[in-house]
């Protein structure tokens, strides 16, 4: 399991737009690079982001090498209803996490 | 180890050295100089990835080792009170060695001392977490000068290290960071050289690394041979680079370009 920071405001007025800011631990090593041996270091990088509120897609991204290691992403999006938001992360080698948190919303 | 203590006699000849280097009112943090971005990075308490390291020293420091050893919290309690300004007087003096050791040198004599537990390996990521982990509950706080006399030796060879010319290119510490901070080497531009926010993320590591990690990198570029991690040479340096920085406040985590 990555470690993984998720920042949700506890609590939001209906309609009010927030802002999302996620950050896993991984290497995102490029598939590129030689290691200590000299031979290429196979390509082990997260390679999707979705984040689903009550079961809808609300935000998705596509990630690629060139990403930095231990990606952080930010977004917002308009709260509605008081729900659950689940962060998944996908990637080589079957990396998948899922992580949850719940935007009260008053 | 002879070099080292012929070293620590030539320089104690010399005297008191902790009061030189860059004149206090004049010392300044690599922070000051980075690009607003970086420094954003480190202040927003999300987007700084050394927090992953630090949320894993914070589980590490109330884990067992093994069953029936004691966690780290088992003797030193809650670590934002009894680890407060802790970091900020290190490297400090080791009874048990009779030497100076540095933060990341004493977490590893407690696990093999006090919790019967493999030390870990160097830069590994629990050391570097718990060692950010315990360097974190000093930050704000003015890294202090430890009035111990049982260090003096380790300062001046710390001192004469830092001046000392080494490697294929002639280079000192002191010629870039004493002589020229503030100019450009190629594209970057020369910090004053203050050991203020380590263990810290260096985006060119893309992870959280020591300040040993940092001086190694230093000697490769410099074409020397790097001290051993760990290494006698490497803690007086470490020694002599906090008295140089005293009072710069204490950045754990820090990010760096």
């Known amino acids: 399991m990555a470690r993984t920071l998720i920042n949700v405001p506890k609590t939001a007025q209906a309609g009010e737009v927030v802002t999302i800011k996620t950050l896993i631990s991984h290497p995102m090593e490029t598939g590129f690079r030689p290691g200590a041996d000299g031979r290429i270091r196979p390509r082990d990088i997260i390679t999707e982001f979705t984040c689903l509120y009550d079961g809808e897609t609300v935000f998705r991204a596509e990630l690629f090498p060139a990403t930095a290691a231990n990606p952080y992403l930010t977004f917002t999006l308009r709260a509605t209803q008081t729900g659950t938001l689940t962060f998944t992360w996908r990637g080589d080698n079957g990396f998948s996490q899922t992580e949850t948190a719940t935007l009260t919303v008053t | 180890m002879r070099r080292l203590a012929l070293l620590m006699l030539a320089a104690l000849a010399a005297g008191p050295v902790w009061a030189e280097g860059i004149p206090a009112a004049e010392r300044r943090s690599g922070f000051d100089t980075m ?31 093994a069953p029936g050893r ?15 300004g802790v970091a900020a007087g290190y490297p400090a003096w080791d009874a048990e060695t009779a030497a100076p050791i540095d933060l990341a040198g004493r977490i590893q004599a407690c696990r093999r001392r006090h919790q019967g537990a493999e030390p870990y390996a160097d830069e590994s990521r629990e050391l570097l977490g718990l060692a950010t982990y315990v360097a ?34 002639g280079l ?33 590591w893309q992870g959280v690394g020591s300040v040993q990690r940092r001086l190694r990198n230093c000697m490769t570029g410099m ?35």
């Open chain 2, 35 to 65: 690009s607003p971005d970086i420094q954003a990075m480190q202040r927003d308490g999300m987007a700084n990835p050394a927090l992953l390291w630090l949320a894993d020293g914070a589980e590490l420091w109330g884990r067992a080792p």
């Open chain 2, 172 to 204: 000192s510490c002191a010629a870039c960071h004493d002589d020229n901070h503030g100019r450009r080497l190629g594209a970057a531009l020369i910090p004053q050289g203050h050991p203020t926010g380590y263990p810290l993320y260096r985006l060119e």
């Open chain 2, 70 to 84: 004691s966690a780290c919290a088992g003797c030193h309690g809650e670590a934002g009170t009894t680890m407060r």
């Open chain 2, 136 to 169: 974190a509950q000093s930050a704000g706080l003015p890294i202090t000068v430890p009035d111990d006399p049982r260090l003096g030796p380790a300062r001046a060879a710390g001192k004469a290290l830092f001046t000392q010319r080494m490697g294929q290119l």
């Open chain 2, 223 to 257: 074409r020397a041979e790097p001290f051993a991690y760990g290494a006698p040479e490497f803690v007086a340096l470490e020694r002599y680079l906090m008295d140089r920085a005293a009072p710069l406040p204490v950045e754990t985590p820090a990010v760096r370009p």
